[in-house]
């Protein structure tokens, strides 16, 4: 997007991240604008690729996946292909997530599972490409909530 977001943006940004279903009359009400106005400005979002597309959270347990971890992975050296890996986490409905890292671990995946026998099988699957670290979630402290107005008085 060439110009920046304004607070308006920001304020239809944070309510589309509550629920990205609302009607197009709520949120032009919650954000003090037209219903026109409103739709022009999802749009405008939507084509400048702010807004990237809608989601439905899903309740990991209700779905028979209770088990959620995070995985590093630390891939053997340079010259490493990572193209096999890349194949295996598109086959692998279980990983949510992967995150391309700097530091001691080249990726980060998140992983969802049945069971605590079903891990150890994504875990042993992944540990085919390097030395893996596991860790268990135990709660969301805080729940992916995405970007948000920046401050103007906070560091960084």
């Not at 990991?60 to 194949?87: Q, S």
């Not at 995946?109 to 490409?129: N, P």
């Not at 596991?134 to 960084?156: C, D, H, I, K």
Request: with cysteine; net charge neutral; aromatic share 6%.
């Amino acid at each position: 997007m060439t110009e920046s977001l304004d607070a308006t943006d920001w304020a239809i940004l944070a309510e589309l991240q509550r629920d990205g279903r609302m009607a197009f009359t709520e949120l032009a009400r919650r954000v003090n604008l037209s219903a026109s106005a409103t739709k022009e400005r999802v749009r405008r979002l939507e084509a400048a690729g702010v807004i990237a597309g809608y989601r439905a959270e899903v309740d990991l347990e209700r779905t028979g996946y209770p088990v959620l971890a995070v995985v590093r992975l630390k891939y053997p050296g340079p010259g490493t292909r990572h193209e096999p890996l890349r194949r295996l986490l598109e086959e692998r409905s279980e990983v949510l997530e992967c995150l391309r890292t700097t530091g001691d671990d080249c990726y980060v995946l998140k992983v969802t599972t049945r069971s605590m026998a079903h891990l150890e099988e994504i875990v042993d699957a992944l540990a085919q490409f390097g030395s893996t670290t596991t860790n268990l979630v135990l709660s969301r402290t805080l729940p992916f909530r995405g970007p948000r107005e920046p401050r103007a008085n906070t560091v960084g």
